[in-house]
């Protein structure tokens, strides 16, 4: 409706379509021709201290409120452009040679000498498809890899199966480990974020992360000395109530799937209770985590994590918002915390890796993110130091996962 009315562009539609909606125009509170004004405020509406201005008006002075004149756009029409002049230091290509443990590429034989030509312009060394391959489709992609001419390229993670988990379950998983590790897999993942979440067991209760049957996969991990790489969770916000608060308002409203706060959801602290109950029940098993954890909005917390659980390290994809609009906590903690965090970007889109390096590598400042969705905000460069870039970039991954082609970096 709103966008019609914007495509027609007539004030007659857009009152009558704000007349019917919402309140708009003459008579919104603190708008012109408003009846509760308070006389001699002029157009405002005063709050009291601790109150909030009412819908359709902002602060305007302390304690007062005021309606635009005009009806204001939605957040999805809403994008200004900054007039802010500053050097710009866009980063096409990474300085130096990128493992990328997340990724869901999918090369075939028609599309991979394409993919490693955009890879070569990144600086995308390797990509490890964490897309939960297993049996025959493991076998399948591992095939097209080594019948090309770019096997070091491309390596890939095997996934698991957890339906039906129940007795006997971890003797038959560990075995097709086996199997698809023997295969090529060079460790397991992603584990998707269903696991705590929607899998459920034969008697229909929820798959705990940490349900016990579980333990013979992880330890199996463990003896090879092969990583997990375990997505658990949702962003915090996708778990609070959608209310003009939410920072992901829009997120939430375009993508049914991620409204993580009805009733019957399992929470977020409960999730980050199991997962971490995980971590110090397989002390010899090395864990990835992916995005952060979700914690890259709460660096301090991601940080005693890491402190408590030396199993762990983690991956950056899907975070880059919460990092670029924190640049100095972020540089610190990437700093601080430079062995353990692996290079990750999740969906593959050539476009968006540039927004990576241009964070990870410059100053830059208020510049564009890719996907309004995930933030309304701008990022900022964290500057990071050339020796901690190579330890995020690939030294890290490869330590963790021996797997990935070792020579020539
Ligand atoms: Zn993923």
Redesign the pocket.
């Known amino acids: 409706m709103r966008r019609a009315a914007l495509v027609l562009m007539t004030v007659v539609v857009a009152a009558v379509m704000a007349a019917a909606q919402a309140p708009a125009g003459r008579g919104r509170p603190g708008g012109p021709g408003d009846p509760t004004l308070p006389a001699g405020r002029g157009r405002g509406l005063q709050i009291q201290p601790g109150q909030e201005c009412p819908a359709g008006t902002t602060l305007v002075r302390v304690g007062v409120c005021q309606a635009p004149e005009f009806d204001p756009p939605s957040i999805v029409d809403y994008r200004p452009s900054s007039t802010l002049v500053v050097e710009q230091h866009p980063v096409p290509r990474a300085r130096y040679p990128v493992v990328d443990i997340?990724s869901?590429v999918n090369p075939t034989p028609q599309t991979i000498d394409q993919l490693v030509k955009e890879m070569d312009a990144l600086n995308l060394r390797v990509l490890v498809l964490?897309s939960n391959l297993s049996g025959e489709r493991l076998r399948t992609t591992l095939a097209t890899i080594n019948a090309s001419q770019h096997k070091d390229r491309f390596r890939a993670m095997a996934g698991i199966d957890f339906n039906n988990v129940g007795p006997g379950w971890g003797a038959k998983a560990v075995a097709q480990l086996e199997a698809d590790i023997k295969a090529g897999a060079i460790g397991v993942g992603?584990i998707?974020k269903s696991f705590g979440m929607t899998i459920r067991k034969p008697d229909a209760s929820r798959l705990r992360i940490d349900d016990p049957e579980l333990d013979p996969v992880w330890d199996a991990m463990g003896r090879m000395g092969l990583p997990v790489f375990i997505?658990t969770g949702e962003p915090e916000a996708f778990f609070q109530p959608l209310t003009m608060h939410n920072e992901r308002w829009l997120e939430l409203s375009l993508f049914n799937d991620r409204r993580n706060y009805l009733p019957g959801q399992v929470g977020f602290e409960e999730l980050t209770t199991q997962r971490d109950n995980l971590f110090r029940k397989h002390p010899k098993t090395q864990f990835i985590l992916?995005h952060f954890g979700w914690h890259a909005n709460n660096l301090g917390r991601l940080g005693k994590l890491l402190d408590t659980y030396p199993n762990v390290v983690t991956e950056m994809?899907a975070v880059l918002y919460d990092l670029g609009r924190q640049p100095r906590a972020a540089h610190d903690f990437f700093v601080k915390y430079q062995d353990r965090i692996l290079f990750g970007k999740?969906a593959y889109a050539r476009e968006e890796f540039p927004y990576y390096w241009r964070v990870l590598e410059t100053r830059d400042e208020y510049f564009d993110y890719y996907r309004d969705y995930h933030a309304f905000w701008k990022l900022y460069g964290i500057d990071l130091p050339e020796g901690v870039l190579r330890k995020v970039y690939h030294q890290n991954a490869l330590r963790v996962a021996p797997g990935l082609p070792q020579r020539n970096w």
Request: glycine fraction near 12%; charged fraction near 20%.
């Open positions: 997340h869901h964490a992603e998707s997505h992916a994809g999740d």
